[in-house]
């Protein structure tokens, strides 16, 4: 019933252009939920004339948002807050782990 | 089946007001959420936590839950009593937004005969369509996988609606190409392989987040490499031709000569790669051999004689 081999892997990151739809799509929210995380400043669309394109890490800090949102009872500011020192986190974790191996 | 006890797990009272249960729920919420704790078992503590919760919050669960009595201990073998929920009325069905896959066969058996609501069945007739569910996993990979590129077979559990209308666990193997490049929190997105979709729906994604098995020697921060290199003090001090194995591959890095510990020699577009590559950094590492024998010893004191050297002053170590 389903393909046992994928063909069709796909890196989510920085180079990688999502439309609002797809982004929408990859997150199962509506248009009007991701708009008011674009409002936030969770993600930012490339604004190069045209529509908007997002880039592949907006799906990991799209979906986190939702996650802190429903499981802690935070509402967007909060979780915006939260993902940003999360993500200082990890990149001082990263640090930490270098530093401490020697 | 094991009993649950839902109080011990929030670390409440069974007397607790409502809103003593939603403050200690928060509490653990937070220190277990798994994209907030970096405990081991924390999503298992975080879905316990969660079913609790599910169950406490909610009058009507919370009273069905209660009757079936106090006398009960984790863990202990449990069925429950033939219509024990007679008389309850569920609203909404047995689950709400929580996600029913975490919840345990306690739970199951207690609430989970409200069914699938979000899943959609056929009702009255009428055709239903719905995308099947994205779903979510993460794959620990080694860091020289990002620099070939690899594949991976991975299982995955999912539920499916059996014959009763009931959830069955089913396993699925699929193999995986993990594309060059990929850095440690990046996703990787696999269209179609999530959960099929109902009547003609299309089926939903899977999507893999990527962590890095942890390497002895190398570490990684976003596209940047690290390696660290042991060098005897000679090598260190003369310099030279020093063979080094990095994650792709051996090189012959030159040494300049007096590299300091921790100094970092910088290997251009030698990280992960990438379309604008990461860089390696080898970091020296200065490792000095005891000294056991007496000729090591006398190397040693030759050394001392030869340096007015006193690392504990400006010109030692900086």
Same mark, same amino acid.
């Given at each position: 019933?389903?393909?046992?081999?994928?063909?069709?892997?796909?890196?989510?990151?920085?180079?990688s252009?999502?439309?609002?739809?797809?982004l929408?799509i990859?997150?199962?929210?509506s248009?009007?939920?991701?708009?008011?995380?674009?409002?936030?400043?969770?993600?930012?669309?490339?604004?190069?004339a045209?529509?908007?394109?997002?880039?592949?890490?907006?799906?990991?800090?799209v979906?986190?948002?939702?996650?802190?949102?429903r499981?802690?009872?935070?509402?967007?500011a909060?979780?915006?807050l939260?993902?940003?020192?999360?993500?200082?986190?990890?990149?001082?974790?990263a640090?930490?782990?270098?530093?401490?191996?020697? | 089946?094991?009993?649950?006890?839902y109080?011990?797990?929030?670390?409440?009272?069974?007397?607790?007001?409502?809103?003593?249960?939603?403050?200690?729920?928060?509490?653990?919420?937070?220190?277990?959420?798994?994209?907030?704790?970096?405990?081991?078992?924390?999503?298992?503590?975080?879905?316990?936590?969660?079913?609790?919760?599910?169950?406490?919050k909610?009058?009507?669960?919370?009273?069905?839950?209660d009757?079936?009595?106090?006398?009960?201990?984790?863990?202990?073998?449990?069925?429950?009593?033939?219509?024990w929920?007679?008389?309850?009325?569920?609203?909404?069905g047995?689950y709400?937004?929580?996600?029913?896959?975490?919840?345990?066969?306690?739970?199951?058996?207690?609430?989970?005969?409200?069914?699938?609501?979000?899943?959609?069945?056929?009702?009255?007739?009428?055709?239903?369509?719905?995308?099947?569910?994205?779903?979510?996993?993460?794959i620990a990979?080694d860091?020289?996988?990002?620099?070939?590129? @690899?594949?991976?077979?991975?299982? !995955? =559990?999912?539920?499916? $609606?059996? &014959?009763d209308?009931r959830?069955?666990?089913?396993?699925?193997k699929?193999?995986?190409t993990?594309?060059?490049?990929?850095?440690?929190?990046?996703?990787?997105?696999l269209a179609?392989?999530?959960?099929?979709?109902m009547?003609?729906?299309?089926?939903?994604?899977?999507?893999?987040?990527?962590?890095f098995?942890?390497?002895?020697?190398?570490?990684?921060?976003?596209k940047?490499?690290?390696?660290?290199?042991?060098?005897?003090?000679?090598?260190?001090?003369?310099?030279?031709?020093?063979p080094?194995?990095?994650?792709?591959?051996?090189?012959n890095?030159?040494?300049?000569?007096?590299?300091? @510990?921790?100094?970092?020699?910088? !290997? =251009?577009?030698?990280? $992960?790669p &990438?379309?604008e590559?990461?860089?390696?950094y080898v970091?020296?590492?200065?490792v000095?051999?005891p000294?056991?024998?007496d000729?090591?010893?006398a190397?040693y004191?030759?050394?001392?004689?030869a340096?007015?050297?006193?690392?504990?002053t400006?010109?030692?170590?900086?």
């Open positions: 019933m389903l393909p046992e081999d994928d063909t069709s892997a796909v890196v989510l990151d920085e180079s252009q999502l439309t609002l739809r797809e929408c990859a997150c199962s929210l248009a009007e939920q991701v708009m008011a995380l674009m409002e936030e400043g969770v993600i930012e669309p490339h604004r190069d045209g529509p908007m394109v997002f880039s592949g890490v907006c799906v990991r800090r979906r986190r948002v939702v996650r802190l949102e499981d802690l009872g935070v509402n967007h909060g979780a915006a939260a993902l940003e020192l999360l993500e200082e986190i990890e990149q001082l974790r640090r930490i782990r270098r530093l401490e191996r020697r | 089946m094991e009993y649950r006890d109080y011990q797990i929030l670390g409440v009272e069974r007397s607790a007001a409502q809103d003593e249960i939603k403050r200690a729920y928060r509490k653990l919420a937070r220190k277990y959420h798994p994209d907030v704790s970096k405990e081991e078992d924390a999503e298992n503590r975080f879905k316990e936590v969660n079913e609790a919760y599910e169950v406490l909610d009058p009507e669960k919370r009273a069905a839950y009757q079936l009595g106090s006398n009960w201990n984790s863990g202990q073998d449990f069925q429950p009593p033939p219509d929920d007679q008389g309850f009325e569920f609203h909404g047995g709400t937004e929580a996600d029913p896959e975490a919840f345990s066969d306690f739970f199951e058996s207690l609430f989970g005969r409200g069914g699938f609501s979000q899943h959609g069945f056929h009702r009255g007739g009428r055709q239903f369509h719905a995308q099947g569910q994205h779903t979510y996993a993460r990979i860091i020289e996988d990002s620099y070939a590129g @690899s594949k991976r077979q991975i299982t !995955l =559990k999912h539920s499916e $609606l059996g &014959a209308g959830p069955v666990i089913k396993e699925r699929l193999n995986v993990i594309p060059k490049g990929v850095t440690e929190g990046q996703q990787i997105r179609g392989q999530g959960e099929p979709g009547g003609q729906g299309k089926a939903g994604d899977l999507f893999l987040e990527i962590v098995n942890r390497h002895p020697r190398y570490s990684v921060e976003g940047t490499v690290y390696l660290d290199l042991p060098v005897a003090p000679w090598e260190a001090a003369l310099g030279g031709k020093v080094v194995q990095t994650p792709d591959g051996k090189v890095l030159t040494l300049p000569a007096n590299s300091k @510990s921790g100094s970092k020699l910088r !290997l =251009k577009g030698r990280g $992960l &990438a379309k590559p990461g860089d390696l970091v020296v590492d200065i000095t051999p000294a056991t024998t000729a090591e010893r190397a004191t030759a050394f001392r004689d340096f007015h050297f006193d690392p504990r400006a010109s030692g170590r900086t």
